[in-house]
């Protein structure tokens, strides 16, 4: 090999070399880096893992907030429909109150009515018995004959008769 110019003890230096500079190297070097990438490899896999934790707590959070929207939705509609029935209810039972209120306000004037239409019969009754009476005594004092005296007395009291029986 010496005739080749490669010198045997040179190349096994170089090899000692070599294997020294990688030991140390593996030492020195490969160990701490690896290291420090398992470290952030391991860190990486901690964020991710918290990162699908907050994800899942966000859609958790999501769900809660969604049903209790839609419980406040149901709980809001019912308060509404509650509120239409009491009013419907207050509705009707205003309703029957004004009803009977005019249905009594109807009565009594119907009453009233039926009172003054009494009281103008007996004024009316008065007035006609008092017309009645003079005409026949006007008549009798200028001298009816009795057939004439008595027609028109017969004529005054059917008069008289119809009138009270209207009256009753």
């Avoid at 110019?5 to 880096?33: A, E, H, R």
């Avoid at 009316?124 to 007395?153: C, I, M, P, Q, W």
Wanted: charged share 40%; aromatic share 6%; net charge positive.
């Amino acid at each position: 090999m010496d005739k080749l110019g490669i010198d045997v003890f040179s190349i096994v230096v170089q090899i000692i070399n070599f294997l020294l500079l990688m030991v140390i190297l593996k030492k020195v070097l490969y160990k701490p880096l690896l290291g420090f990438m398992k470290k952030k490899k391991e860190e990486e896999e901690l964020f991710e893992k918290k990162g699908q934790e907050i994800i899942k707590k966000e859609e958790e959070v999501k769900v809660k907030t969604e049903k209790t929207i839609s419980d406040a939705k149901k709980k809001a509609n019912e308060i509404i429909e509650d509120a239409r029935r009491e009013a419907d209810i207050y509705k009707k039972e205003m309703m029957k109150k004004a009803d009977l209120k005019s249905k009594e306000l109807f009565m009594e004037s119907e009453k009233r009515m039926e009172r003054e239409l009494q009281k103008s019969k007996k004024i009316y009754e008065a007035e006609v018995k008092s017309h009645a009476k003079a005409l026949l005594l006007e008549a009798l004092r200028n001298g009816f004959d009795k057939k004439t005296e008595n027609l028109a007395l017969n004529f005054s009291l059917r008069k008289l008769n119809k009138l009270h029986a209207g009256k009753n």
